[in-house]
Every structure is written in C-alpha cells, then in structure tokens.
C-alpha cells in the first residue's frame, strides 16, 4: 500500500509537489491508475452523480461500512492527504478478496474535497450527503474565468444533479463511515504517538472586520490624535490570541486566527485610514465557538474605542462543528490502543468529507502523525514506521466495525 502511495506521488507531483487538482487532466489521471490497480484486484469503480467514484464489495448483508478518501490535492500538494485514505479502502478490500464480508464494503474516492480551484470544499462528499445547493456554488468560477459548472461538465458532472447522489447513498444501506488521515498539524507528533483516533471535527466562525478611521500624515500627526485603524485590528488580533487561550482545553483545544492584514493607503508615511483583517475562530464545542465570537466582537469594539475608530463585522462562512459517533471513536481508540499501545483522542482542526458523511450515518475517523505537523506543502510526510502501525491499527477498525455492523 505504502509502495502505491509513491507510486501515485511519483505520477502526479513536479517539483513543488502533488498536482491532482480535482477536475483537471493530472486527477483524471490519477483516478485512470486507481482504475488499473482495481483491475489487477478484479475489481471497478463506479461514479456517482457528484462525480464520486464507488467500489463495491457485496457482503454476506447489504449493510454498509463505507471507507473514503479523496484523491484530489491542493496545487503542490503532498503525497498522503487524501490517497492514504483511498488506498486504507482499497487494501480492506484486497484483504477480502475470495472470502465474503459478514457485511458489505464500499470505498468512495471523493471529488473535489479540497476545493482548491474554486473555493468549495467537500464538494463531492456534499452532493452525496444531499446537502449541497447548486444554486449556492453556480456561479463560483477559477482563476481563469472557468465556471465550476463547465469543469465539471468536462468530467461528466451535471452540477444539478449532484445531489441526487444522496439517493444512491441510501440505497446502500449505509451504516458507518470510516476516514483514515493524516493529521496535518503537530499534536501526535508532540505526543510522541503514531496514531489517534479523532473525536470530531472544529466548527468555524470566520469574519471580516473592518477598521475605519482617519488616514493622516506620519510625521505630523501626534500619536494622541492618531486615529489608526491598524492599531485597532492589530489589537483585536492580539485579544484573540487571548481568547484562544482562554477557552482552549487539553482535550478539545480551540484556535483563533487573524490570517490576513490590508491597510489604506498602505504608504509608509500614513497612518492606516482603513484596515481589513480576516477571523478565523474554531472551536470543537459549539458553544465555545459562540462564546469566543462573543467576546472578539467585545475585544473589536473595545480596541476601536480606544483607537477612536469604527468596526464592521461581515460573516464569510460558518460551519457547526462535528462530533464523531461515540461508538465508533470508542472502536477506533480501541483498535489504535491494540496496535499502539496507546489511544490519543484529539480533535480535527481541518474540516474533511467524514462531516458530510456524518450527517448520514455514524462516522469517525483516525489520524497518522504528520511529520514537522506539515500538509498541503511537498513538505508533507508521515515517517513509514508510523504510517505502517497506522494502517494495521485502521484495518482492524474496518474488521471491528464490520463485525458490529454485521451483528446489528
Ligand atoms: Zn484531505
């Protein structure tokens, strides 16, 4: 397995790293070598109408453990984040081959997880949970001017029609859903553990908020009678850190981001007029992420009183966060515990294609260390010690969940 996730790495990266941008010639190729290595398995994949491509392993039931992934990167991506859990389903499904499973396995190869090329995560994962709107994505289009709804025309993806995948979902009788991971931050690491198994994914709260106060010259403009709308947001940011640390717990963690800065008119003989930041908070109790917005709106409009300027909030997306089902997080710390000696529980930063599938039956997911915490960069690594035990650890949660599954 390790051996084909280089194998597909050295077919679809360059230099700067993995190229597999959803809906583009070098993902397309990829899905081609996925189909040749389910060839010499006796295995096919079948695509949904969300451009999701499913293989079937019927049961002795035709209830459902569906394992997925994507093989989808970011633009000079790396060469796990999303192929380790595609691959993780492939290898169950080798392992049964010539034996039938007490109950039926699936492994779905998501489109579009990243969103990379125009700004719509979970794509894929979102038609087959039902959720997806089209009108809400409709006139989303890349850099070049392409509309979302031509490239996936290019692929054989009717945008009306992806939602219509949910009805093929059901159809499966879908009953848990399983995601192996790279973690893509630094927690296991620090840890010293290979292997965790992940107890939800973060909500998101992220806004743009805007300073306004007077631009004014630098030299002589005493500092009293600035009104710098710099000093307001740089304040803010520095509240949020506050904030995260706050509410942040050794088991649930929390994190506030303020990851872009712009000034007007950003001469260095001005004082700021204007400055925009954008928030990132994430929380993995929802109402944790109330209470930390809460309070940044306080801190946003304390720092503007003081620097005598005016703030405005506009929301840029949110999203609740996501608990796994108890009972499979319970398996998956179980099958990491027997693998690993130990059953790290630790929250998902990230969002991934397990919060979809969660609102359609239980869903959990399990982690492998990242190497430096590094993702979405060439970068991305996993030591192979770590990515073996990790692999046996998720191929006895598919054993287990089966199992239970099949005694339902
Ligand atoms: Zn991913």
Redesign the pocket.
């Known amino acids: 397995m390790i051996a084909n996730l280089r194998a597909l790495a050295a077919r679809t990266s360059d230099g700067h790293g993995a190229q597999r941008v959803a809906w583009g010639p070098v993902w397309r190729d990829a899905r081609r070598w996925l189909d040749g290595l389910l060839a010499e398995e006796g295995l096919r994949a079948e695509s949904d109408t969300a451009g999701n491509n499913w293989i079937t392993v019927p049961g002795a039931r035709p209830e459902t453990v569906i394992i997925g992934g994507?093989l989808d990167s970011v633009p000079n991506g790396g060469w796990l984040?999303?192929p380790l859990g595609v691959l993780a389903g492939v290898e169950a499904l080798r392992r049964y081959a010539g034996r039938t499973p007490p109950a039926t396995l699936a492994v779905v190869d998501f489109a579009d997880?990243?969103g990379a090329r125009f700004s719509r995560s979970l794509l894929g994962s979102s038609g087959a949970s039902g959720s997806l709107m089209p009108d809400s994505v409709r006139g989303l289009a890349d850099r070049q001017g392409v509309r979302l709804a031509e490239a996936l025309a290019e692929n054989g993806v009717d945008l009306d029609r992806m939602p219509e995948a949910r009805r093929a979902l059901d159809q499966r009788h879908p009953r848990a859903y399983l995601e192996l991971?790279i973690e893509q931050g630094p927690v296991l690491e620090a840890m010293g553990r290979s292997t965790g198994a992940v107890i939800g994914t973060y909500g998101v709260e992220r806004h743009v908020l805007r300073f306004v106060g007077q631009a004014a010259h630098s030299g002589s403009t005493p500092i009293a009678m600035r009104r710098d709308a710099f000093l307001a947001a740089a304040e803010t940011a520095l509240a949020c850190r506050e904030i995260a640390r706050r509410y942040s717990t050794p088991e649930t963690g929390m994190v506030c981001t303020v990851g872009t800065v712009m000034v007007e008119p950003a001469i260095v003989t001005a004082v700021p007029g204007v400055c925009e930041i954008a928030l990132d908070q994430r929380a993995l109790e929802p109402v944790t992420l109330q209470s930390a917005l809460a309070d940044a709106r306080e801190a946003a409009s304390r720092a503007a009183v003081a620097n005598k300027v005016s703030v405005q909030w506009r929301q840029v997306w949110r999203i609740d966060p996501c608990r796994f089902d108890p009972r499979l997080v319970a398996l998956c710390a179980e099958a990491v515990e027997e693998v690993t000696g130990h059953a790290p529980r630790l929250p998902s930063g990230p969002l991934?294609d397990a919060v979809e599938m969660g609102r359609v039956m239980p869903a959990v997911m399990m982690f492998a260390v990242s190497t430096n915490g590094l993702s979405h960069c060439k970068e991305e690594d996993t030591p192979e010690a770590d990515l073996e035990v990790t692999i046996e650890a998720f191929q006895r949660l598919i054993d287990k969940t089966v199992a239970m599954v099949a005694a339902e």
Do not use: M
């Open positions: 994507h984040d999303g997880e990243e991971h991934h």
